[in-house]
């Protein structure tokens, strides 16, 4: 299976990103595959061993996500090697509707440096990052973001958007995608099913 038939073949069957967006997401059903050319010209074949290794790190965030009753998305953000931030979604449990998994991230590798400047590190999302999370992408001046699942309802790295490459803004980084998608694509499917499990117990 090539790249871009995994991407489509996600998108058709597995929900987005937040529980309230599935409706949404279904009325759209495939409409992803008209970013298929787009895709195409990303960075999806140059995947390391590296990024591989950091990506499941992040999905390791991910599924910490899912234990606590959040939606499974990680981010992980890595500098000369070392892990300087991670986070997963807590939108749920500190009733705040910006503690997405990459904006925790970006927070405590700022910490961690003493310097909101990313300059030079690499961030790891198990799922495209949203208008919000990708505006914190830019500001933070990363050299790169890697995502593993598309989000072709909310994405801004390709799917709705492309921030990353809009010349307008003073920072640009590089986007490599699909690292990893069927793991990250999996914890999806299974969190959305089970909501829906819940959700049919409770009617």
């Known amino acids: 299976m090539t790249f871009i038939q995994a991407v489509l073949e996600f998108t058709c069957e597995a929900p987005v990103a937040q529980l309230d967006r599935v409706p949404d997401y279904e009325s759209v059903g495939c409409a992803f595959e008209s970013r298929r050319a787009h895709f195409d010209t990303m960075s999806i074949l140059d995947v390391s061993k590296e990024d591989e290794r950091w990506m499941r790190v992040a999905l390791m965030e991910a599924e910490a996500a899912l234990e606590e009753g959040e939606v499974p998305v990680g981010c992980v953000i890595v500098k000369n090697g070392l892990l300087i931030g991670r986070g997963h979604n807590r939108v749920e449990t500190l009733k705040d509707p910006t503690a997405h998994a990459e904006i925790l991230a970006l927070t405590?590798?700022?910490?961690?440096?003493?310097?909101?400047?990313?300059?030079?590190?690499?961030?790891?999302?198990?799922?495209?990052?949203?208008?919000?999370?990708?505006?914190?992408?830019?500001?933070?001046?990363?050299?790169?973001?890697?995502?593993?699942?598309?989000?072709?309802?909310?994405?801004?790295?390709?799917?709705?958007?492309?921030?990353?490459?809009?010349?307008?803004?003073?920072?640009?980084?590089?986007?490599?995608?699909g690292v990893l998608l069927a793991e990250s694509a999996t914890l999806l499917r299974n969190f959305f099913k089970i909501q829906r499990q819940l959700k049919k117990g409770r009617a």
């Open 108 to 177: 405590a590798a700022a910490i961690k440096l003493a310097n909101w400047r990313l300059t030079g590190a690499t961030v790891y999302i198990t799922l495209e990052p949203c208008l919000m999370c990708t505006g914190a992408l830019v500001l933070a001046r990363p050299k790169r973001v890697v995502f593993a699942s598309p989000d072709p309802k909310f994405g801004c790295l390709g799917s709705q958007y492309d921030i990353a490459g809009d010349n307008r803004f003073n920072h640009r980084f590089a986007v490599t995608a």
